[in-house]
């Protein structure tokens, strides 16, 4: 039986990569999907791929003015929201030194006052029991270098999520951080040199204790779990589905 048949959800960044995924999955589990992106180019082909139970919403999530007239569209197309994947995200490798106040405002205005107000401005409209996933990084525990600016921005939100579990008791939603690590998407690949793609992945893969890096799907169907009554008693934990990698 499918997991999530007839829920409403919400998946911001759901053009590429492990939004994508999430958004394909929560499809093929029987949901209605919207997702967000700031490009309708990318959003109008990611639709045509999910199908007819896709809905696309252009929307950059560091606005709330924005993210106020997605929250009325599905108000008035579906009357309420379920599930919520808060995948959008940015960041920017500068190292100590060099890091700008420009790239620090991009990064905290899309991964944190995104999500901030991704989650606060859906709340009207979320039923009980609803789920909401907050995509986070393995970063938020480790250090890694010259992406100082970008980790800090993941443990914010984890941090934000201890609270939240606490500011909805009594409204049944839980709220979970699903922290990907290495992730074979198109934003990973665009780090290496062309033609160097395969010595990137390997490099990642040597220090992952089981040997690869992850699928987008990997992710996905994780995602699932945490969305669906499988996950009922789950709530405000960080979920590393990292290969084991920040686990040694």
């Known amino acids: 039986m499918p997991k999530l048949t007839g829920k409403i959800a919400l998946v911001t960044g759901g053009n590429s990569g492990i939004g994508f995924a999430i958004a394909k999955q929560f499809i093929q589990e029987g949901a209605s999907v919207i997702i967000t992106a700031r490009r309708k180019s990318q959003l109008d082909q990611a639709v045509k791929e999910l199908g007819e139970k896709a809905t696309a919403f252009v929307a950059d999530v560091s606005k709330p003015e924005e993210l106020s007239s997605l929250y009325e569209m599905i108000q008035d197309k579906f009357g309420r929201l379920d599930i919520i994947a808060a995948n959008a995200g940015t960041g920017e490798f500068q190292p100590l030194g060099e890091i700008t106040e420009e790239s620090y405002y991009r990064t905290f205005d899309t991964n944190v006052k995104g999500v901030i107000f991704t989650v606060q401005k859906a709340l009207p409209i979320l039923s009980s029991s609803a789920s909401i996933i907050i995509i986070g990084s393995t970063v938020s525990v480790s250090g890694t270098p010259a ?12 941090n934000l999520v201890r609270s939240w579990v606490i500011d909805l008791k009594g409204r049944g939603i839980r709220i979970n951080v699903l922290s990907p690590g290495v992730t ?27 040997g690869r890096v992850a699928k ?33």
């Open 147 to 158: 992406f100082s600016v970008y980790s800090a921005s993941k443990s914010a939100v984890r």
């Open 184 to 210: 074979e998407t198109p934003g990973l690949l665009g780090l290496a040199e062309s033609g160097k793609e395969e010595e990137l992945l390997s490099s990642f893969a040597s220090q992952i204790p089981l």
């Open 216 to 248: 987008p799907k990997e992710m996905a169907t994780v995602a699932v779990f945490l969305a669906s009554d499988d996950a009922s008693y789950i709530n405000g934990v960080e979920l590393f589905v990292d290969g084991g990698m920040v686990q040694v």
